[in-house]
C-alpha cells in the first residue's frame, strides 16, 4: 500500500513563507516523479508543481509560477514545496501524489494515490 505524508503546513501571514515536504511508503519516492496539488473548501482539487524523478524538470500552474518551487531530495526520499510570497488565495489543503512520468500529468485523476495532506492557512 501506497501512502504518502505531507507536512510543514500552518497558519502564515500574508506574503509570508512556508516550506512543505512529501515523503512516502510503499514505493522509492526516487524513482518517481511527483506533483504536489491543493484543495480549497468547496473547490477542485488543483494541479500546483511537479518535478521530474531525476530533478532537471519541473513545472508550474501560472498561479504559483515566480513564487513557489519545487525540489528533491533524493537521498533523503523526500520532496519539498517552498512556497514564498504567499497570499490568502493560497490557502488550501496540499497534497503530493506520484507517478513514473509526471510529463503533461495535472489532473488529480492521473494520480491514483494521496495522503491526508497538510492545511496551508495564509491570513490577510
Known amino acids: 500500500q501506497v501512502l504518502f505524508v505531507e507536512s510543514g503546513g500552518g497558519l502564515v501571514q500574508a506574503g509570508g513563507s512556508l516550506r512543505l515536504s512529501c515523503t512516502a511508503s510503499?514505493?522509492?519516492?526516487?524513482?518517481?516523479?511527483v506533483a504536489w496539488f491543493r484543495q480549497a473548501p468547496g473547490m477542485e482539487r488543483e494541479f500546483v508543481a511537479s518535478?521530474?524523478?531525476?530533478?532537471?524538470?519541473?513545472y508550474y500552474a501560472d498561479s504559483v509560477k515566480g513564487r513557489f518551487a519545487i525540489s528533491r531530495d533524493n537521498g533523503k526520499g523526500t520532496v519539498y514545496l517552498q512556497m514564498n510570497s504567499l497570499k490568502s488565495e493560497d490557502t488550501a489543503t496540499y497534497y503530493c501524489?506520484?507517478?513514473?512520468?509526471?510529463?503533461?500529468?495535472?489532473?488529480?485523476?492521473?494520480?491514483?494515490?494521496w495522503g491526508q495532506g497538510t492545511q496551508v492557512t495564509v491570513s490577510s
Open positions: 501524489a506520484a507517478r513514473p512520468s509526471v510529463a503533461r500529468r495535472t489532473s488529480p485523476s492521473d494520480y491514483k494515490d
Open positions: 510503499g514505493l522509492t519516492l526516487s524513482s518517481f516523479g
Open positions: 518535478i521530474w524523478w531525476s530533478g532537471d524538470t519541473t
